[in-house]
Nanobody
């Protein structure tokens, strides 16, 4: 069955960096576009970044442009989210998503940015 397992979340101070990983199984990862979403308390889930199957094209939410980088290693069936210059407003549960039909979500990983 399809599984998406996120890791790498944690508590960091403003300005610090964190890298999230999402390892996939149960489908042909290398031909699937992927994305990272986040959901803060009391807010709707929002798209953070997305990447095409070969990694040749990426797209970011305006709020994270220039600070976050999405990448993938198809040999490891893993998609990453490098997050730099973190701000308190980046605090959320981060989810990876297989975006093509049928879609699947990971269980999420908590990122907390606080001094």
């Amino acid at each position: 069955q399809v599984q998406l397992v996120e890791s790498g979340g944690g508590l960091v101070q403003p300005g610090e960096s964190l890298t999230l990983s999402c390892t996939a199984s149960g489908f042909f990862f290398s031909i699937q576009p992927m994305a990272w979403y986040r959901q803060a308390p009391g807010r709707e889930r929002e798209l953070v970044a997305q990447i095409t199957s070969n990694g040749g094209s990426t797209n970011y939410a305006d709020s994270v442009k220039g600070r976050f980088t999405i990448s993938r290693d198809n040999a490891k069936s893993t998609v990453y989210l490098q997050m730099n210059s973190l701000k308190p407003e980046d605090t959320a549960v981060y989810y990876c998503k297989k975006t093509s039909f049928p879609t699947y979500w990971g269980q999420g990983t908590q990122v907390t940015v606080s001094s």
